[in-house]
């Protein structure tokens, strides 16, 4: 669906050029890729096709979306298809919202050793989460739960840390009985603390120890131990924050909720304001100060830099799951949880056909795509495809 207002696709558009010229040396390969992706998304360049009304004949043309991860053009259907494969596994039980955040120091190394770095900050929150949950003293289950990277502040700077999604209980050791959080309460955020910080410390110096870490510009002193170990003394004792959050209405709350989350890249095209005079101005919103919405005014260099900044490693999973929501025995450790909760199974899907990209779209905006724009009567049908070579039909007016 088409915008009105600027899009971050504009900016790279538009300052992609001299951007890569100025900053040559220091883009990688996945950040040179993730720009032209974008300034490629819907248009010419990677093909579309034709539609047209069956009842008035209005046509339109849709161009093909880059896909990329990254686009803040392309989260959309993504989201809508991980939707659909997590409503089944919902449980009817609480659940809670907590988040781990890196101290801006680690966070330093964290940005030149980004796929090392952020695995950990994933493992370490899965053992803390685990290992906490399943001590007697606080609930003794074992517990299941999702996590999301983010790497962003509202800012756009670098600021890494995980959204976990955890219901709220779990099942007992000897698997016989399903174990309940206290009412609104899911574990000590201290405990959880202490424990996350002294993990991923651990795995830290475990990593420098085997040579896996690399620092370069201001950081490169780090590469000597004694210098990383004075480096990393501070924060041995300093407070790492871990935010849980008041639990969720209800299961039926979480998907709406977690959708905001799960495919959100560093910033949405709503929260742009206008592209002038190579400025751009965007949305955010200030936490250090009472929530406060303001306006924030960058170089369209800068906001392309802290951009980039976000641009995660080839492969990267930036979606982890853990405990009974574990990959491997997923399916049948949920079953096992609804027997002990008491829960029906999920009934089986009913649409043998896959949807298409419109109903997709449909499902998560509530605007259909399918129906026609100027009659609102008849729906629009492709009636041609073309590829990023040949370009629209001729009789097609794309200026």
Request: proline content about 6%; glycine content about 8%; overall charge positive.
């Amino acid at each position: 669906m088409a915008r009105s207002g600027p899009e971050v696709a504009d900016i790279f558009r538009r300052y992609g050029e001299a951007y890569r010229t100025q900053h040559d040396a220091s883009l990688s390969t996945a950040q040179r890729r993730v720009m032209t992706a974008i300034e490629l998304c819907r248009t010419a360049a990677l093909g579309g096709h034709v539609e047209a009304c069956d009842q008035c004949g209005h046509r339109r043309i849709a161009f093909n979306s880059c896909r990329d991860r990254h686009c803040p053009r392309c989260q959309s259907l993504a989201r809508a298809q991980w939707l659909e494969d997590r409503r089944a596994e919902l449980l009817d039980t609480q659940y809670f919202h907590v988040v781990f955040t890196l101290p801006g120091d680690i966070a330093a190394i964290a940005y030149q050793n980004k796929a090392l770095v952020y695995g950990l900050l994933f493992r370490a929150t899965a053992e803390t989460l685990r290992t906490i949950a399943a001590d007697p003293k606080h609930l003794g289950a074992e517990i299941g739960f999702f996590a999301v990277l983010h790497t962003w502040g509202q800012n756009l700077l670098h600021h890494p840390h995980l959204h976990c999604v955890v219901p709220g209980g779990g099942f007992s050791p000897d698997g016989t009985r399903w174990i309940a959080c206290k009412p609104g309460f899911f574990l000590p955020v201290r405990v959880l603390s202490r424990l996350f910080r002294r993990l991923f410390l651990d795995h830290l110096e475990k990593a420098f120890a085997a040579g896996e870490l690399q620092f370069f510009s201001d950081l490169q002193a780090l590469s000597e131990r004694n210098a990383f170990r004075r480096y990393l003394a501070p924060l041995r004792k300093a407070e790492w924050v871990i935010y849980a959050k008041p639990p969720f209405a209800g299961p039926e709350q979480v998907l709406d909720y977690v959708g905001r989350y799960t495919h959100r890249v560093a910033i949405s095209n709503n929260r742009l304001v206008d592209i002038e005079d190579g400025a751009v101005r965007f949305r955010w919103k200030d936490c250090r100060h009472g929530d406060r919405q303001k306006v924030m005014t960058v170089s369209a260099d800068e906001f392309m830099r802290r951009f980039l900044l976000h641009v995660l490693p080839e492969g990267f999973h930036r979606i982890r799951y853990y405990g009974f929501l574990g990959n491997r025995h997923r399916a049948q450790k949920l079953a096992h949880c609804r027997d002990l909760l008491g829960m029906p199974a999920p009934e089986p899907s009913v649409e043998p056909i896959e949807k298409d990209y419109r109903d997709r779209y449909e499902d998560l905006t509530g605007h259909s795509l399918r129906q026609c724009p100027a009659c609102h009567q008849g729906q629009m049908i492709v009636i041609e495809v073309f590829d990023g070579v040949t370009g629209p039909p001729p009789y097609w007016d794309t200026s």
